[in-house]
């Protein structure tokens, strides 16, 4: 026992020597700490003081810029369309853009200074709600202008309010209507977060505050704009479903024509049914038609698309040219060159015109095909034919292949479309313009949907499609009527 005590007292000395050498060390980390601490905290009240001076600097260098630009001067400068000076001035002192209640952007505006507009709606820190003394916004002065571009620049700022209230409780789209302002009436409505349902002080409707002294057509025109929004609004809200086909042809696989193969319509084909299934359409797709004409006429009398069709969306991806065509082909032309190609000619009749070509090298005439679809459908079907080819006067070919020089009637075609009125609601969308090859994997369709789904959900209008032609093909929009220049594609 003597001899266990012994031990644990041998023990307990040893840890208390052991502790008290311990404590100068622990001492020292403690003090090491504080001292690494009380630095950081240096460092950061440094780093506080240098930020906060660079901001006195920056606010006295504004301060003596207020003095060298005046603001009236700038306002000035804004309504007279000196842009050069404005982006100047805005690059020494961007705050100044608010001056004055917002004049300088009010009173480019007003003087339609465009360009102007454009500088000053782009400037960050601009406040673009501010009202003048009547409380109007600068949309409700956008609006009077009546100038659709202005507009639509002012509608595009991402803080915009769109149905604010003047004192006299009318909102832009109220003004538009009541002053008979249709260029920006067109351009309100066609915006989904405009409201329709305002009523004024009379408590009547958007549609019954039109001017009765209005000129008749400008009448029929607004009516028509405002049955377009509710029908759009209802077909966002769900309220109103309209029956909508797409038809996708995609021809891809040219080797029994012995023509080059195209990777391109199957990528065509894919976006084609992403997007037309995103915006209600029962789509239906042909892949390598042999005949595309009977492929189509047959899909829609077998899916009974007559009757269940308000809107038809065509879409054609693969090889096409524009050359001329006969009724029959005349041997008597037939001729051998020095490659042995063959060449198989046609009398020279009738007039140049679009072929779209079948997997198995066969033509078919776009003039009929649009005519017939038209033919088939009700007159009240609203129709849309998109063609992603070439449009030259020769075929993508390899060498040893039969050239083709045909004609086709295009006069009794386009006069049956006319007696039919198909070709009043009718559009046509060519990627590209007479003479010139169509791009292949980056297809002008492709870019047009890509640009659907990426940033315009809404659609896009047929006049602004043009903005996705590229260097070397320019596309050719053919509208049945001038008013669907403005409607968004797919339609609704």
């Not at 622990?26 to 001076?53: G, M, P, S, Y």
């Not at 309504?79 to 001035?89: A, L, M, S």
């Not at 679009?354 to 129709?383: F, P, R």
């Not at 602004?464 to 968004?488: F, H, V, W």
Request: charged letters at 35%.
């Amino acid at each position: 026992q003597e001899k266990t005590d012994m031990i644990n007292m041998i023990v307990h000395l040893s840890t208390e020597r052991q502790v008290k050498k311990d404590e100068p060390h622990q001492e020292a980390e403690n003090r090491k700490k504080k001292e690494e601490e009380e630095r950081k905290k240096f460092e950061e009240e440094k780093r506080l003081n240098e930020k906060r001076k660079l901001e006195e600097e920056k606010q006295e260098k504004e301060q003596k810029m207020v003095a060298k630009v005046d603001e009236n001067e700038f306002v000035a400068m804004c309504k007279k369309g000196d842009v050069d000076e404005v982006v100047k001035c805005l690059g020494s002192y961007p705050a100044i853009v608010n001056c004055c209640n917002g004049d300088p952007l009010r009173k480019a505006v007003v003087a339609r200074k465009l360009r102007v507009v454009e500088v000053l709606v782009k400037t960050e820190g601009l406040q673009i709600n501010l009202r003048d003394p009547h409380g109007r916004t600068i949309l409700h002065s956008a609006t009077g202008t009546n100038e659709k571009e202005i507009v639509r620049k002012i509608l595009s700022h991402p803080d915009i309010e769109v149905n604010p209230t003047s004192n006299k409780g009318l909102t832009p789209v109220m003004e538009a209507t009541k002053n008979g302002k249709i260029e920006s009436l067109q351009i309100l409505l066609e915006d989904g977060r405009v409201d329709l349902d305002v009523e004024d002080e009379d408590e009547k409707t958007i549609e019954n505050m039109l001017a009765k002294d209005l000129a008749p057509h400008l009448i029929v025109r607004a009516n028509k704009l405002f049955q377009e929004a509710r029908t759009r609004k209802g077909i966002q809200d769900g309220s109103i479903v309209r029956k909508k086909t797409a038809i996708l042809v995609a021809n891809c696989n040219y080797e029994k024509a012995k023509m080059s193969s195209l990777k391109g319509p199957k990528m065509d084909l894919e976006i084609g049914k992403r997007l037309f299934t995103a915006k209600g359409y029962k789509v239906y797709p042909i892949e390598n038609s042999k005949d595309i004409a009977e492929d189509v006429f047959e899909l829609i009398e077998k899916e009974n698309l007559r009757e269940s069709t308000e809107i038809l969306q065509f879409v054609y991806s693969g090889h096409g040219f524009h050359e001329h065509r006969v009724q029959k082909r005349s041997s008597d032309f037939n001729s051998s060159n020095k490659e042995g190609t063959t060449e198989t000619y046609f009398s020279q009749e009738g007039e140049a015109g679009d072929c779209l070509v079948n997997t198995d090298g066969t033509l078919c005439e776009e003039l009929y095909l649009s005519w017939q679809i038209a033919d088939e459908m009700k007159e009240d079907t609203t129709i849309c034919l998109f063609y992603d080819m070439c449009r030259n006067e020769r075929k993508d070919v390899n060498e040893k292949t039969v050239k083709e020089f045909v004609k086709t009637n295009s006069f009794r075609y386009l006069k049956g479309a006319q007696e039919s009125g198909a070709d009043r609601r009718t559009i046509k969308i060519f990627s590209a313009q007479l003479g010139v090859r169509s791009e292949g994997l980056n297809s002008f369709f492709k870019r047009v949907c890509e640009q659907i789904e990426e940033s315009s959900p809404d659609g896009m209008r047929f006049e602004d499609m043009k903005t996705y032609e590229s260097k070397d093909q320019r596309c050719k929009i053919d509208l049945g009527e001038p008013g669907l220049a403005n409607k968004l594609w797919p339609l609704e």
